[in-house]
């Protein structure tokens, strides 16, 4: 189901995710498949809808700053510098997951990816659902992004709760994936935010190193 954009969605939605539910949204870059990151079983529908076969950890948007506390355990220098940088922006930084979280959300990494959009549209949604919503893009496994809600409904014709339609994506990149979990920066994927505008702010990065495919 397709709906606009609006105050009465956005409550629709909040009232969606809270009974577990799975919402589908533009995010900052692609849409998004969204559900409560802390309903295991809200998750565990995410991997069946997109046909994965691995077990891969599933980032989350979160609305505010200090939502990052509830999912990562120790924010280190590098984080919070490299945070203070790029955030709000398409960087989704990865940090050692909260031993609380569900293993369907972190793939048994015991780590955890989150970003604050740059986007006042996408944080205020993400705060209505409770602030942090997961946010793998809205596709099958191995298919390009939906780029609009009618791709997405192409996708997932009946298996979407709901699909808030934000309008057709105008970006081209998906978010840059940073690791900062481990003692070294490892840049797990190259995406709207270059490996050569992080090099100032995280000089271990100049040591060679293998770019994940996304």
């Known amino acids: 189901m397709i709906k606009a954009d609006n105050r009465e969605t956005r409550i629709e ?8 539910g799975i919402l589908a949204f533009r995010t900052d870059t692609f849409y998004g498949l969204g559900v409560d990151p802390l309903n295991a079983l809200a998750v565990r529908r995410i991997r069946e809808l997109k046909g994965r076969e691995e077990v891969k950890p599933i980032l989350l948007l979160i609305s505010d700053r200090a939502d990052v506390e509830r999912f990562v355990t120790t924010q ?10 790029f955030w709000p922006g398409a960087l989704t930084l990865v940090g050692v997951a909260r031993p609380e979280l569900p293993v369907e959300l972190t ?33 099958l496994s191995r298919q390009m ?8 409904q192409n996708y997932f014709p009946t298996v979407v709760d709901l699909i808030i339609d934000g309008g057709e994506v105008t970006v081209t990149e998906p978010s840059t994936v940073l690791d900062l979990s481990g ?4 840049l797990v994927r190259e995406g709207a935010i270059k490996r050569d505008h ?17």
């Open 13 to 20: 939605a909040a009232k969606l995710i809270e009974r577990g």
């Open 183 to 186: 003692n070294e920066p490892r």
């Open 107 to 139: 793939g048994g990494t015991e780590t955890i990816g989150v970003r604050l959009p740059d986007d006042e549209r996408v944080r205020s949604l993400v705060r209505a659902c409770g602030g942090a919503l997961t946010a793998t893009s809205a596709n």
């Open 145 to 152: 992004p939906a780029r609009s809600a009618a791709e997405v």
């Open 76 to 85: 280190s220098h590098a984080f919070r510098r490299v945070a203070d940088r």
């Open 198 to 214: 992080l090099l100032d702010f995280l000089p271990a990065m100049r040591k060679p190193q293998a770019v994940e495919a996304p």
